[in-house]
């Protein structure tokens, strides 16, 4: 099964900063956009940023720009969501998942994106 994995959440206090991993182990991840999503508790998941397959078109959603920053390296197989200024509304269970069938980033709708990850807690507290 084509899975991604995530990996680097955990509690940081207001203000710090985490890195996000989403590695592929079984499929090349270069031929596709990858998104990062959250979901808070009580929530519904919502996407953060994209990322196009070949590192040079990223987005983001309005409560993150100017904090957090996408990138990835095809040669590592892994994308990163870099996260600075964090902030107790950013405390989530975040994933990553594949755009289905695209290189390009369109939208966050769920239904688009496959081998969702298992996804890693991000606590911001102090």
């Known amino acids: 099964q084509l899975q991604l994995v995530e990996s680097g959440g955990g509690l940081v206090q207001p203000g710090g900063s985490l890195r996000l991993s989403c590695a592929a182990s079984?499929?090349?991840?270069?031929?596709?956009?990858i998104g990062w999503f959250r979901q808070a508790p009580g929530k519904e998941r919502e996407g953060v940023s994209c990322?196009?397959?070949?590192?040079?078109?990223?987005n983001y959603v309005d409560s993150v720009k100017g904090r957090f920053t996408i990138s990835r390296d095809n040669a590592k197989n892994t994308v990163y969501l870099q996260m600075n200024s964090l902030k107790p509304e950013d405390t989530a269970v975040y994933y990553c998942?594949?755009?289905?069938?695209?290189?390009?980033?369109?939208?966050?709708?769920?239904?688009?994106?496959?081998?969702w990850g298992q996804g890693t807690q991000v606590t911001v507290s102090s």
């Open positions: 998942a594949a755009r289905i069938a695209r290189s390009y980033c369109s939208g966050y709708v769920e239904a688009d994106f496959g081998s």
């Open positions: 079984s499929f090349i991840l270069n031929y596709y956009a």
């Open positions: 990322i196009n397959n070949n590192g040079i078109s990223t």
